[in-house]
C-alpha cells in the first residue's frame, strides 16, 4: 500500500529550526522525485522544494530559498525539510508528494503529483 506520511511539525518562535520528515512506504523512493509543498489558511497550496530521484538536483520556491534545505535518503525511505531562519509567514500544513522525475516550473506545481502525505502543522509564533 502506497503511503507517505510527514512528521515532525510543531511550534517554533521566529528564526527557530524545525526538521520535517517524510516516510514513504509501498513503492522504490529511487524512482521517484518527492516535493514538499505547503497551505496556510485561506491560500492556495504552494511548491516549498522539490528533490530528484537521486537527490542530486532540487529546487525551491524562491522565499525559502537559503533557509529551508530538503535531502533524500533511498536506503531510509525518507526525505527531509530542514527549516531554518523560520518566519511567521512560514505557517501552514506541510505535505510531500511523490512524482516522476520532471523539470522547470513543474517540480512545484501541485498538480503534478499523483500521491500526498496527511500533512504536518508548522507554526511559527512568540
Known amino acids: 500500500q502506497l503511503q507517505l506520511v510527514e512528521s515532525g511539525g510543531g511550534l517554533v518562535q521566529p528564526g527557530g529550526s524545525l526538521r520535517l520528515s517524510c516516510a514513504a512506504s509501498?513503492?522504490?523512493?529511487?524512482?521517484?522525485?518527492i516535493g514538499w509543498f505547503r497551505q496556510a489558511p485561506g491560500k492556495e497550496r504552494e511548491g516549498v522544494a522539490y528533490?530528484?530521484?537521486?537527490?542530486?538536483?532540487?529546487n525551491y520556491l524562491d522565499s525559502v530559498k537559503g533557509r529551508f534545505t530538503i535531502s533524500k535518503d533511498n536506503a531510509k525511505n525518507t526525505v527531509y525539510l530542514q527549516m531554518n531562519s523560520l518566519k511567521p509567514e512560514d505557517t501552514a500544513i506541510y505535505y510531500c508528494?511523490?512524482?516522476?522525475?520532471?523539470?522547470?516550473?513543474?517540480?512545484?506545481?501541485?498538480?503534478?503529483?499523483?500521491?500526498w502525505g496527511q500533512g504536518t502543522q508548522v507554526t511559527v509564533s512568540a
Open positions: 508528494a511523490r512524482t516522476r522525475p520532471t523539470s522547470g516550473s513543474r517540480q512545484l506545481r501541485p498538480g503534478d503529483y499523483d500521491s
Open positions: 528533490i530528484h530521484t537521486s537527490g542530486a538536483i532540487t
Open positions: 509501498g513503492f522504490t523512493l529511487a524512482y521517484y522525485a
